[in-house]
T-cell receptor
Framework: GQNIDQPTEMTATEGAIVQINCTYQTSGFNGLFWYQQHAGEAPTFLSYNVLDGLEEKGRFSSFLSRSKGYSYLLLKELQMKDSASYLCAVRVTGANNLFFGTGTRLTVIP | EAGVTQFPSHSVIEKGQTVTLRCDPISGHDNLYWYRRVMGKEIKFLLHFVKESKQDESGMPNNRFLAERTGGTYSTLKVQPAELEDSGVYFC?????????????FGPGTRLTVL
């Protein structure tokens, strides 16, 4: 089966930087996605990595190392509204659906 | 542009009853996915439609679940008869194509509680 791991919970301070890690062991790899989900709302797309390296998009960046089966989401200049669950999802070769980790619940404190 | 919508937002039914969930994808999106999240677990894939055809239904848990997408627009997911373990949040997602960068856009989900 596919295995995607991420920490269950994290807490960080407003204005700080936080890094949310995701490791995966899957049968093939065809892209990694990060989603943000506020309670009771739809998961919303944040970033996509398929090649090694860093993708930057405003305050959010995502990194991928395919050889290590590892990704992280970096959130800078944290704001209270960034308190949410962050979902790591992998698409494997030969499939179109996503395989998700259990999500990391981030709490931003003043 | 309207996003993916799902109806109802919440449903509470008794074991043995039938429930039908509806998903309206983003207009023009040929690909529609159903996922489910049970309490404490990760979001898991159920099935994938391309237009009105089932492309992949490998995630459907058993034959109590029936998904349809007549006309290739909205989709329904029927659970009959519902069991306690069917409780969870059912998400729908859609994409326009199947290219590498095609992002799956999710709806807010239907929270199903089976008593």
């Amino acid at each position: 089966g596919q295995n995607i791991d991420q920490p269950t919970e994290m807490t960080a301070t407003e204005g700080a930087i936080v890094q949310i890690n995701c490791t995966y062991q899957t049968s093939g790899f065809n892209g990694l996605f990060w989603y943000q989900q506020h309670a009771g709302e739809a998961p919303t797309f944040l970033s996509y990595n398929v090649l090694d390296g860093l993708e930057e998009k405003g305050r959010f960046s995502s990194f991928l190392s395919r050889s290590k089966g590892y990704s992280y989401l970096l959130l800078k200049e944290l704001q209270m509204k960034d308190s949410a669950s962050y979902l790591c999802a992998v698409r494997v070769t030969g499939a179109n659906n996503l395989f998700f980790g259990t999500g990391t619940r981030l709490t931003v404190i003043p | 542009e309207a996003g993916v919508t799902q109806f109802p937002s919440h449903s509470v039914i008794e074991k043995g009853q039938t429930v039908t969930l509806r998903c309206d994808p983003i207009s023009g999106h040929d690909n529609l996915y159903w996922y489910r999240r049970v309490m404490g677990k990760e979001i898991k894939f159920l099935l994938h439609f391309v237009k009105e055809s089932k492309q992949d239904e490998s995630g459907m848990p058993n034959n109590r679940f029936l998904a349809e997408r007549t006309g290739g627009t909205y989709s329904t997911l029927k659970v009959q008869p519902a069991e306690l373990e069917d409780s969870g949040v059912y998400f729908c997602a859609s994409t326009q194509g199947l290219g590498g960068t095609d992002t799956q856009y999710f709806g807010p989900g239907t929270r199903l509680t089976v008593l």
